[in-house]
């Protein structure tokens, strides 16, 4: 099972930007059937979904953000990446990366998952 | 964007009680249903994948059912470790969102 570590400033200023990376170890980020995801959870309410990446580098992201996110792939290193412009009191949360598998079975889709998370790292938008 | 209702928000019970958990979605999403466990401080666990597919390592005593809009996730015998907070999530067309999550606690 792959293992993944996040990383990135903890506290951000209203308006700037977020930027967390995602470091895959035990595995490559370019394995078969898996994609690259961040999920959010503010204090005391539930997980959101943010996006995900795919090897290929075909995104998809939560609807009310798209226009403030962009996730990234660094084959290279490994990692991927979690950008989120403009941010507000309200992008407060921890964040998770995470491995989402997809299936697909004798030619069609059979479900994502996400089976690995990163440990979470807290981002406080704050002046 | 698909939107997930769970219920009931939170309940209480006692060890080797049997608790089932109620998550609908807004529009059928086949069997593309996922559910997590979560504890505070630690990252999000798979239970369930898929409606019914039991995750490696998942104690035998939580399956999940149903299809279309509506599913269960079950937890026979519950046991000290499982108060928690359960997620669903659907997973049939992206933005994959999740529930609202069900606390359970401790009667």
């Known amino acids: 099972q792959v293992q993944l570590q996040e990383s990135g400033p903890g506290l951000v200023k209203p308006s700037q930007t977020l930027s967390l990376t995602c470091t895959v170890s035990?595995?490559?980020?370019?394995?078969?059937?898996?994609?690259w995801t961040w999920v959010r959870q503010p204090a005391g309410k539930g997980l959101e979904w943010i996006g995900h990446i795919y090897a290929s580098g075909s995104t998809n992201y939560k609807s009310s953000l798209k226009s403030r996110v962009t996730i990234s792939l660094d084959s290279s290193k490994n990692q991927f990446s979690l950008t989120l412009s403009s941010v507000t009191a309200a992008d407060t949360a921890m964040y998770y990366c995470?491995?989402?598998?997809?299936?697909?079975?004798?030619?069609?889709?059979?479900?994502?998952?996400?089976?690995?998370w990163g440990q979470g790292t807290l981002v406080t938008v704050s002046s | 964007d698909i939107q997930m209702t769970q219920s009931p928000s939170s309940l209480s019970a006692s060890v080797g009680d049997r608790v089932t958990i109620v998550c609908r979605a807004s529009q059928s999403i086949n069997r593309f249903l996922n559910w997590y466990q979560w504890n505070p401080g630690k990252a999000p666990k798979l239970l369930i994948y898929s409606a019914s597919g039991l995750q490696r390592g998942v104690p035998s005593r939580f399956s999940g059912s149903g299809s279309g809009t509506d599913f269960t996730l079950t937890i026979n015998s519950l046991q000290p470790e499982d108060f928690a907070v359960y997620f669903c999530q659907q997973s049939f067309t992206a933005p994959y969102t999740f529930g609202q999550g069900t606390k359970v606690a401790i009667k």
């Open positions: 995470a491995r989402e598998y997809y299936e697909i079975l004798t030619g069609t889709y059979g479900g994502n998952w996400i089976d690995s």
């Open positions: 035990g595995g490559s980020i370019s394995s078969d059937n898996s994609c």
